[in-house]
C-alpha cells in the first residue's frame, strides 16, 4: 500500500504562485508515474500534470501547461507541483496520485490518492 500526503495549499492572488508537495510512505512509489489532479466543487475531477517514474518525461493538461510545472524526488519519495502566475479558474482542491502506466493523463491509471489540498485563487 502507498499513502499520500498532500501540502502546500493555500490562498493566493491571481498571478501569484505556490507550490505544492506530495509526500509518499508505504511502498516506494519510484516505479509509479506519479501526477495531480483537481476537482472543483460541481466538477469533474481534471488531470493537471503526471511525471514517469523516472523523471524524465512530463505530461500536461491544456489550461495548466507553460504555468505549471511538475516534478518528483524519488529518493525522498516527493513530488512538487510548481503553479505559477494563478488563476482564479485554478481554484480547486489538488490531488496527488501514484498508478503505473505511461502517459498518465487518466484518472484509471492511479491507484493511490492523497486527500488533497486546497488551492483558492482571488482575482
Same mark, same amino acid.
Given at each position: 500500500?502507498v499513502?499520500?500526503?498532500?501540502?502546500?495549499?493555500?490562498?493566493?492572488?491571481?498571478?501569484? +504562485?505556490?507550490?505544492?508537495?506530495?509526500? +509518499?510512505?508505504?511502498?516506494?512509489?519510484r516505479?509509479?508515474?506519479?501526477?495531480?489532479?483537481?476537482?472543483?466543487?460541481?466538477?469533474?475531477?481534471?488531470?493537471?500534470?503526471?511525471?514517469?517514474?523516472?523523471?524524465?518525461m512530463?505530461?500536461y493538461?491544456?489550461?495548466?501547461k507553460?504555468?505549471f510545472?511538475i516534478?518528483?524526488?524519488? +529518493?525522498?519519495?516527493?513530488?512538487?507541483l510548481?503553479?505559477?502566475?494563478?488563476?482564479?479558474?485554478?481554484?480547486?482542491?489538488?490531488?496527488?496520485?501514484?498508478?503505473?502506466?505511461?502517459? +498518465?493523463?487518466?484518472?484509471?491509471?492511479?491507484?493511490y490518492?492523497?486527500?488533497?489540498?486546497?488551492?483558492?485563487?482571488?482575482?
Open positions: 500500500q499513502q499520500l500526503v498532500e501540502s502546500g495549499g493555500g490562498s493566493v492572488q491571481a498571478g501569484g +504562485a505556490l507550490r505544492l508537495s506530495c509526500v +509518499a510512505s508505504g511502498r516506494t512509489v516505479d509509479y508515474s506519479t501526477g495531480w489532479f483537481r476537482q472543483a466543487p460541481g466538477k469533474e475531477r481534471e488531470f493537471v500534470a503526471t511525471v514517469s517514474s523516472s523523471g524524465t512530463t505530461y493538461g491544456d489550461s495548466t507553460g504555468r510545472t516534478s518528483r524526488d524519488n +529518493a525522498k519519495n516527493m513530488g512538487y510548481q503553479m505559477n502566475n494563478l488563476k482564479p479558474e485554478d481554484t480547486a482542491v489538488y490531488y496527488c496520485a501514484a498508478g503505473y502506466g505511461w502517459p +498518465a493523463y487518466r484518472r484509471e491509471t492511479y491507484n490518492w492523497g486527500q488533497g489540498t486546497q488551492v483558492t485563487v482571488s482575482s
